[in-house]
């Protein structure tokens, strides 16, 4: 069984930084494209960042310039640098990704949530 376990959210002021963090755990053989998504109350959930098992990274429109996605395949793991927040970054931010299991199975798994506030 695979999972996913996001950390890093936290109560932050505005033009502060945060860096979330995902790892997948379990019996897994190799894992293809890691997202991270946001959503809050009353709106979809929103695609911020993807990076392929080879590095290709792609931004949403509302974080470009502003948040970084990077991985180390050693640790399974998934990061997002999040700079300058602004109160509209305030989310409940989701770890996704395309998982083969030990069985050569795929599958589309996702983190349980990390809240990221940002307030003064």
């Known amino acids: 069984q695979v999972q996913l376990y996001e950390s890093g959210g936290d109560l932050v002021q505005p033009g502060g930084s945060l860096r979330l963090s995902c790892t997948a755990y379990?019996?897994?053989?190799?894992?293809?494209?890691m997202n991270w998504y946001r959503q809050t109350p009353g709106k979809q959930r929103e695609l911020v960042a993807s990076?392929?098992?080879?590095?290709?990274?792609y931004y949403g429109d509302s974080v470009k310039g502003q948040f970084t996605i990077s991985r180390d395949n050693t640790k399974n793991t998934v990061y997002l640098q999040m700079n300058s927040l602004k109160p509209e970054d305030t989310a409940l931010y989701y770890c996704n990704a395309d998982i083969v299991d030990d069985r050569g199975d795929w599958g589309d798994y996702w983190g349980q949530g990390t809240q990221v506030t940002i307030s003064s």
């Open positions: 379990g019996r897994l053989t190799s894992i293809n494209t």
């Open positions: 990076i392929t098992a080879n590095g290709r990274t």
